[in-house]
């Protein structure tokens, strides 16, 4: 069965980290553009990050310098590292996986940055 599906979100101060994962199955996951989208309450759903390999990594601007994100072909799996979390970076969190004409998406995770 092909799915992404995502674990790690919950509440965090702000400050705070989190890790997200994303385990995919039923593809053939390092031949996959991995990425993470999130979405706001009454906002468009939007590009965190994307990974094609270690070395190959893009960042949304208001994420650089506080998320890393990477990927273990191993294990089919991808992370998101989120650090000096913020109160606008609360959205659900979606994992996203990309070939050819294949569009994935996992069912999303809650990420709430709050005091």
């Known amino acids: 069965q092909v799915q992404l599906v995502e674990s790690g979100g919950g509440l965090v101060q702000p400050g705070g980290s989190l890790r997200l994962s994303c385990a995919a199955s039923?593809?053939?996951?390092?031949?996959?553009?991995m990425a993470w989208y999130r979405q706001a309450p009454g906002k468009q759903r939007e590009l965190v990050a994307s990974?094609?390999?270690?070395?190959?990594?893009n960042y949304a601007d208001s994420v650089k310098g506080r998320f890393t994100i990477s990927r273990d072909n191993a294990k089919n799996t991808v992370y998101l590292q989120m650090n000096s979390l913020k109160p606008e970076d609360t959205a659900v969190y979606y994992c996203?996986?990309?070939?050819?004409?294949?569009?994935?998406w996992g069912q999303g995770t809650q990420v709430t940055v709050s005091s």
């Open positions: 039923g593809i053939f996951f390092r031949s996959y553009v």
């Open positions: 990974i094609i390999s270690s070395s190959i990594t």
């Open positions: 996203n996986g990309r070939l050819g004409i294949n569009n994935l």
